[in-house]
């Protein structure tokens, strides 16, 4: 059960760093932009539900968000 093997251990194939630096860069971005719709989301939420803003005005201010925060993060 609890072998003790003293070869050499096998490690795989080597690292493909570049690989790891854009999979590590896809997930920051999707990190960052879905904080930002969500964050959106929320204000546009509050917006419609708590002031006289209306549906189709929540939206546009939803979508007027997520342009300022899209060119406020590139």
């Known amino acids: 059960m609890a072998e003790h093997h003293s070869g050499?251990?096998?490690?795989?194939a080597p690292m493909d760093y570049s690989?790891?630096?854009k999979t590590?860069?896809?997930f920051l971005n999707a990190t960052k932009?879905?904080?930002?719709?969500?964050?959106s989301l929320l204000?546009?939420?509050?917006?419609a539900f708590f002031t006289t803003m209306g549906f189709f005005s929540s939206l546009v201010l939803l979508i007027l968000i997520n342009v300022g925060?899209?060119?406020l993060l590139r």
């Open 8 to 12: 050499p251990v096998e490690t795989g």
């Open 19 to 21: 690989e790891h630096e």
């Open 24 to 26: 590590y860069n896809l």
């Open 33 to 39: 932009y879905g904080t930002l719709f969500c964050v």
């Open 43 to 47: 204000i546009a939420m509050a917006a």
């Open 69 to 71: 925060g899209f060119f």
